[in-house]
């Protein structure tokens, strides 16, 4: 179980990374990635995709904090006990 800690931080690092990218420049991103660009009423959609990624970055550093628990749900933000 040593591995999770890790591998949870690197997985919200590039999540957190590219939240940024897609924040910062959504259409120059995009076409570094070799897409075509997209049209200028993709704005929100690669926001709420932006938001998604930092969401889950968030979540793999909460994760990474102590990966046993939380993911075997014993201390659960959503319970109270």
Do not use: E, H, K, N
């Amino acid at each position: 179980m040593t591995y999770l800690r890790p591998v949870a931080i690197v997985i919200g690092l590039s999540q957190i990374v590219l939240a940024a990218l897609y924040f910062a420049v959504p259409a120059g991103f995009v076409a570094w990635q070799g897409l075509t660009p997209p049209a200028a009423d993709a704005g929100y959609p690669l926001a709420m995709l932006a938001a998604r990624f930092l969401v889950y970055g968030l979540g793999m550093f909460r994760i990474a904090r102590d990966p046993v628990t939380t993911c075997s749900g014993r201390a659960a933000w959503w319970r109270s006990s």
